[in-house]
């Protein structure tokens, strides 16, 4: 039912109007994919959800994870599939440069940046792996990062130490999570800082906690402490920004980051195995390539984009990602995030049985609910709600919390009923 919802009701009328067939499953042979009626899911946030085919039995609140593909997706992929397998070396020599650069192209417009500085990935993980091996540093520059981010950033930074020897430091940037205050999160970043820090390894929203850093005050204090510095010298603020990607409004003209890398295949809803590398126009020289491209264009953001043969269906779909959360309006969706996640925070501080991680100020979290249930460990409160038909998952981290995740899969009814689940453990 719900996939009739999604592909007949949801499919334009202009490819009917230009001739082509634009029912069910048939796709035409232009190298356009079907057109979408993105008007139509971006007022109206049950019309969205219709777009996914997720499982209605459940309440999926692990949405971090990895995302289930809407039907604007789910179509381009398919015609994109369809035409490789037609022919695959044709199809490539035509269309891959240009459907490669109209991902970036549809990624700028998104978040106000430029199509040159935006590299194609395959993850988040790659995106630090890239960045981090790459990143030019003198000998004796060492490496900031913080105790909160995930193991991708904590490796590849080990891996880049043990190459080339550059140390690599730890703050924490808060203490109990729920009690972070931006101006604590500063002081203590301007504390680490030293003459010798040249990279600034971050993560925007926390999976281990649900901590949204305030990345443009922590940019400030990073100018300040380059004030005077040679570029070669100058900290670069560098910023694993998945979970904040597309639950959050990322403007690039006002974020604060130097270099950006996320995961198009969690918030975003892009297809599974994709993400972005961004870097500031002015620090682009620090970062070398490690793969070779493929994209036959010589931009930062075609430099960084690693070549050879890919899923190559996915990477180009991830422009009608881009395109379906410009049609939704970022400053709307992080609203409508916001929404979901007080209403979830407020009944669960209710609850009285509860510990809260994550903080209820809305400009220090985004998505994520990280907290405890009194007697229970994390995986018996995940194993408990899986057995309540909702879908939680426990963050895999050293000190470990379950978590939950309302976004645009879910509404408010499936928040209330996710608390009853927790309320009935
Ligand atoms: C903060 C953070 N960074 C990176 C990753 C890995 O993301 P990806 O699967 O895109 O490599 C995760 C996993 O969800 C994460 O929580």
């Not at 019309?47 to 994870?65: I, Q, Y």
């Not at 990143?135 to 950033?153: A, G, R, V, Y």
């Not at 126009?281 to 620090?286: F, L, N």
């Amino acid at each position: 039912m719900q996939r009739e919802i999604s592909r007949r009701s949801l499919l334009i009328g202009s490819a009917a109007a230009a001739g082509a067939v634009a029912v069910g499953y048939q796709f035409t042979r232009s190298s356009e994919p079907e057109s979408f009626d993105y008007s139509r899911v971006a007022s109206d946030w049950e019309a969205l959800r219709a777009s996914f085919e997720l499982d209605p039995n459940w309440v999926h609140m692990a949405g971090l994870l990895l995302a289930s593909h809407p039907t604007p997706v789910k179509l381009a992929l398919e015609k994109y599939r369809d035409e490789l397998d037609k022919n695959p070396a044709h199809y490539y020599e035509h269309h891959a440069q240009q459907l490669e650069l109209g991902v970036r192209q549809a990624a700028a417009r998104y978040l106000n940046g430029d199509a040159a500085d935006i590299a194609l990935t395959d993850s988040t993980t790659m995106g630090l792996g890239l960045l981090y091996s790459g990143l030019k540093m003198k000998p004796d520059q060492e490496i900031l990062t913080t105790e909160h981010d995930h193991s991708s950033t904590h490796a590849s930074l080990a891996y880049r130490s043990q190459r080339t020897g550059n140390e690599v430091k730890r703050v924490r940037l808060y203490g109990d999570p729920d009690k972070a205050s931006v101006s604590d999160i500063c002081e203590r970043l301007a504390t680490a800082i030293t003459p010798a820090t040249r990279v600034i390894a971050v993560t925007y929203v926390h999976s281990s906690t649900g901590v949204r850093l305030p990345i443009s005050a922590m940019a400030e204090v990073v100018a300040k402490a380059n004030s005077g510095r040679a570029e070669e010298e100058r900290a670069l603020l560098c910023v694993d920004a998945v979970h904040g990607f597309a639950s959050t409004e990322i403007d690039l003209q006002k974020f604060g980051a130097d270099f950006l890398v996320a995961g198009c295949h969690k918030w975003l809803f892009g297809p599974r195995g994709t993400g972005v590398l961004w870097g500031r126009r002015e620090v682009q020289e620090a970062l070398q390539p490690t793969i070779p491209t493929f994209s036959g264009l010589s931009d930062f953001g075609a430099l960084h984009t690693p070549g050879g043969f890919h899923s190559f269906e996915h990477r180009w779909a991830l422009k009608e990602a881009f395109d379906l959360h410009f049609a939704l309006k970022p400053a709307r969706v992080e609203e409508r995030i916001h929404e979901l996640n007080r209403q979830a925070k407020e009944e669960l501080s209710k609850l009285g049985v509860v510990r809260l991680y994550t903080p209820m100020s809305d400009d220090l979290s985004a998505g994520l609910i990280c907290f405890d249930v009194n007697g229970f460990g994390p995986r018996e409160v995940v194993t408990g709600l899986k057995d309540k038909s909702v879908i939680a998952s426990n963050t895999p981290y050293r000190v470990s919390y379950a978590r939950i995740t309302p976004s645009l899969l879910n509404n408010s009814a499936q928040v209330e009923e996710t608390i009853k689940a927790i309320r009935a453990l």
